[in-house]
């Protein structure tokens, strides 16, 4: 683990090594700022905070970003997690510096309902941070890549949700801002954790042909560009193995096999102008040949984060096909840093400047989301239109649409103008009629056929029938402008029509309440407004109902069971081999306990009774159990509760152990509980840090003073420096 005397030191030489122009007082003061505003502030890992901004610099510094973006970098932290006032770093650092901290800065805490709606919140706040000025995002980025790179300190939940947000949204956004290796990092480090299974057996894959691979590459590279030298060129060239995340979406996606999959291995040619790109794919057709249908060029027709490079797929002597891509010096910076490159090359200085046009996109998006009542349309939106695969197709006039893979002709209609998508009756692709629905292709010619008949519109089905979100956007914002009545009649039929076929059987008037409760949570201002939303597909009720019906079946169980308290009567009594438990004021009833501190004979334990689960029972000192029952919510749902004298059977509880790791540690572990005749139902245990190793086990008691007995045990076996019962 790096110290942050360490990382200040290297980051400043990498700075001094860039030989850029950077203002060295300005980062000086950010660094020292960081430091002081941080001071006594620990990560899950245990390092010192200040590490954190220290290396999300240091990433920032290896992009090439300007100086700004690195103080902003290191300083991104400290107005939420300090005291440290957005004013005070605008004085100190002008204020740019502080709008970037602005931007980059965690969003406040917002009584969201739902997880997909905290997430939906932050993209829509972070797409609208990222017009106002790039850097934002990119010190965003370089903010999650160092989360994700230390991310074995996280619990393994919150590693899988942060992964997948990563894959979901932080990747793509990178792609799109065409910032190569970053987005190819954090898929890798994001799939490690979604699949290590799948991972492990392409990068076993990948390792068994290490040898050959490696001579291979070689082998092409020298026959490669000794033949362009002939040809007069001087060229470089690299070879590459395609990313195990890339290898994953063919294999498992797309249903390929390891062998099945032609760009496992690349070759990269770079030359100095664009005549000689295409002179060098001459050459390599005729060097090698070339296999049908696998030819992009990508330089007449960039994608859309401004990638451009022609790509061949050929087969070698060898019989092993591999791809070439072959690019200028300039197309190379781009590929690799993409928006960044504006910084670290000054592209487009010494012509006309692209920047804005880059981020045109930026804009177009956030203009087609302002409407949205769905906020979880956004990520979903992000996931598509944000898409690493793009088809291009062509206009009669010969103009170039990119769009994601698996469009129909309406993503397509709408993506030249919303006029043109409103008014489409019909579609022709390559000269032909074809269905609404049809998926375009790259390379196609598609025609729209409009009506400028008064009234004519989309049709509601067509919104489960596009794979863009401007197209369903757009789509949706016709039906709420030019039907708002039709919508509230329609929405008030689809949500008492979902309620009937769900079971739900509410009174009108508890209907209407259930409806103004859901305009709340949707954030509409009326309950027509909410109607509306459903009428023209802006809230999904399809969403809604499982949230509705667990509510409203927990509910009626929950007053059943109160209902049964109150009268004296008794509910079913369910005894397995957890022994049993006498409840204050009941007959048998329904009980479990809790997972979250696992009570065992012997344990002083409470009752909470639950909805419509009987009553669950917890360890007086839970953390679930309030101190001061009396005063907090609900308080006649907690019950007294008290062990029976012949209470017996197997209760689970949870062991930490902490232990020098060394050989056979496990093993003295499991052969210890085997000869105390105790069952292990799970282990879990964490990479090794520092010679020391965590595990936690599940093990079957009988009493808290079996569980001792158990524990005494464990303690005195070679290594063990410490055994607790967890509440995990």
């Known amino acids: 683990?790096?110290?942050?005397?360490?990382?200040?030191?290297?980051?400043?030489?990498?700075?001094?090594?860039?030989?850029?122009?950077?203002?060295?007082?300005?980062?000086?003061?950010?660094?020292?700022?960081?430091?002081?505003?941080?001071?006594?502030?620990?990560?899950?890992?245990g390092e010192e905070y200040v590490c954190h901004p220290l290396q999300v610099a240091r990433i920032l510094v290896e992009m090439g970003m300007d100086s700004e973006c690195i103080e902003a970098g290191l300083l991104h932290d400290v107005v939420e997690d300090t005291d440290m006032q957005l004013e005070d770093i605008a004085k100190m650092f002008g204020d740019s510096v502080a709008v970037l901290v602005d931007g980059v800065t965690k969003i406040t805490k917002i009584d969201f309902v739902t997880k997909e709606e905290q997430q939906a919140e932050n993209v829509r706040k972070m797409l609208l941070a990222m017009s106002e000025d790039i850097r934002v995002i990119i010190i965003k980025l370089a903010d999650r890549l160092h989360n994700m790179r230390t991310s074995d300190a996280w619990k393994p939940q919150k590693r899988r949700d942060k992964a997948k947000?990563?894959?979901?949204?932080?990747?793509?956004?990178?792609?799109?801002?065409?910032?190569?290796?970053?987005?190819?990092?954090?898929?890798?480090?994001?799939?490690?954790?979604?699949?290590?299974?799948?991972?492990?057996?392409?990068?076993?894959?990948?390792?068994?042909?290490?040898?050959?691979?490696?001579?291979?590459?070689?082998?092409?590279q020298e026959r490669i560009t000794e033949r362009l030298r002939e040809e007069g060129m001087n060229p470089y060239v690299s070879g590459r193995v395609k990313s195990i995340p890339g290898i994953y979406?063919?294999?498992?996606?797309?249903?390929?096999?390891?062998?099945?999959?032609?760009?496992?291995?690349?070759?990269?040619?770079?030359?100095?102008?664009?005549?000689?790109?295409?002179?060098?794919?001459?050459?390599?057709?005729?060097?090698?040949r070339p296999l049908p249908n696998r030819f992009k060029d990508y330089i007449s027709t960039p994608k859309p984060n401004m990638y451009q490079s022609l790509h061949t797929t050929v087969l070698g002597k060898e019989k092993v096909p591999f791809e070439v891509q072959i690019r200028t010096w300039e197309m190379h910076y781009t590929a690799e840093y993409g928006i960044a490159a504006h910084w670290k090359?000054?592209?487009?200085?010494?012509?006309?400047?692209?920047?804005?046009?880059?981020?045109?996109?930026?804009?177009?998006?956030?203009?087609?989301?302002?409407?949205?009542?769905?906020?979880?349309?956004?990520?979903?939106?992000?996931?598509?239109?944000?898409?690493?695969?793009?088809?291009?197709?062509?206009?009669?006039?010969?103009?170039?649409?990119?769009?994601?893979?698996?469009?129909?002709?309406?993503?397509?209609?709408?993506?030249?103008?919303?006029?043109?998508?409103?008014?489409?009756?019909?579609?022709?692709?390559?000269?032909?009629?074809?269905?609404?629905?049809?998926?375009?292709?790259?390379?196609?010619?598609?025609?729209?056929?409009t009506s400028s008949a008064p009234g004519h519109g989309p049709s509601r089905d067509w919104i489960d029938i596009v794979?863009?979100?401007?197209?369903?956007?757009?789509?949706?914002?016709?039906?709420?402008?030019?039907?708002?009545?039709?919508?509230?009649?329609?929405?008030?039929?689809?949500?008492?029509?979902?309620?009937?076929?769900?079971?739900?059987?509410?009174?009108?008037?508890?209907?209407?309440?259930?409806?103004?409760?859901?305009?709340?949570?949707?954030?509409?201002?009326?309950?027509?407004?909410?109607?509306?939303?459903?009428?023209?597909?802006?809230?999904l009720i399809s969403r809604l109902l499982p949230r509705i019906k667990d509510d409203y079946v927990r509910a009626a169980r929950e007053e059943a069971a109160v209902e049964q308290i109150r009268n004296g009567r008794q509910m079913p009594r369910h005894r397995g081999t957890n022994g049993g438990v006498i409840i204050e004021h009941m007959g048998n009833c329904l009980v479990k306990f809790a997972r979250c501190c696992n009570p065992v004979p012997g344990d002083d334990i409470i009752g909470f009774i639950t909805r419509g689960f009987g009553v669950s029972i917890h360890k007086r000192d839970c953390i679930n159990v309030p101190r001061d029952i009396p005063s907090c919510p609900q308080p006649e749902r907690w019950v007294s509760a008290a062990w029976e004298d012949?209470?017996?059977?197997?209760?689970?509880?949870?062991?930490?152990?902490?232990?020098?790791?060394?050989?056979?540690?496990?093993?003295?572990?499991?052969?210890?509980?085997?000869?105390?005749?105790?069952?292990?139902?799970?282990?879990?245990?964490?990479?090794?840090?520092?010679?020391?190793?965590?595990?936690?086990?599940?093990?079957?008691?009988?009493?808290?003073?079996?569980?001792?007995?158990?524990?005494?045990r464990i303690s005195r076996i070679d290594g063990v420096i410490r055994v607790t019962r967890s509440h995990q």
């Open 646 to 712: 012949t209470a017996g059977g197997e209760f689970k509880s949870v062991l930490s152990i902490e232990a020098h790791d060394r050989e056979r540690l496990l093993a003295d572990v499991t052969t210890q509980l085997a000869t105390m005749h105790v069952m292990i139902y799970a282990i879990t245990a964490k990479e090794p840090k520092d010679g020391k190793v965590d595990m936690l086990l599940t093990v079957g008691v009988g009493s808290v003073s079996h569980l001792d007995i158990v524990i005494a």
């Open 345 to 449: 090359y000054k592209l487009g200085i010494q012509r006309k400047d692209k920047l804005e046009d880059r981020l045109a996109w930026v804009r177009q998006f956030i203009e087609n989301q302002k409407d949205v009542d769905d906020t979880s349309d956004i990520v979903r939106s992000i996931k598509t239109d944000l898409s690493s695969d793009d088809v291009f197709v062509f206009t009669p006039k010969g103009d170039v649409i990119s769009l994601p893979v698996g469009s129909t002709v309406i993503d397509f209609a709408y993506a030249i103008h919303s006029a043109v998508g409103n008014r489409m009756v019909g579609a022709k692709v390559d000269n032909r009629i074809v269905p609404l629905d049809t998926v375009v292709r790259t390379g196609q010619i598609v025609e729209i056929i």
């Open 1 to 45: 683990m790096l110290q942050k005397e360490d990382l200040i030191r290297s980051l400043k030489e990498l700075i001094v090594k860039s030989e850029k122009g950077y203002d060295l007082d300005g980062i000086d003061r950010a660094i020292t700022l960081a430091v002081q505003c941080h001071d006594g502030q620990f990560r899950q890992s």
């Open 165 to 220: 947000e990563t894959m979901d949204i932080y990747a793509p956004l990178a792609h799109r801002l065409g910032i190569r290796s970053m987005k190819e990092e954090l898929e890798d480090l994001s799939l490690r954790i979604l699949d290590p299974v799948a991972y492990k057996e392409i990068e076993s894959a990948l390792a068994l042909r290490e040898g050959e691979r490696k001579k291979l590459l070689a082998d092409i």
């Open 467 to 539: 794979k863009t979100g401007e197209a369903r956007t757009k789509i949706r914002a016709w039906f709420k402008k030019e039907r708002r009545e039709e919508n509230i009649a329609e929405g008030k039929r689809l949500f008492a029509a979902e309620l009937q076929r769900n079971y739900i059987r509410l009174k009108e008037d508890e209907i209407a309440a259930l409806a103004e409760n859901e305009a709340k949570r949707q954030h509409c201002t009326t309950v027509d407004d909410f109607y509306a939303a459903i009428g023209y597909g802006g809230i």
């Open 249 to 288: 979406r063919k294999m498992y996606v797309q249903n390929h096999s390891f062998d099945e999959i032609y760009d496992i291995y690349a070759v990269r040619v770079i030359v100095e102008t664009v005549t000689d790109c295409y002179n060098v794919l001459g050459v390599m057709h005729d060097m090698f």
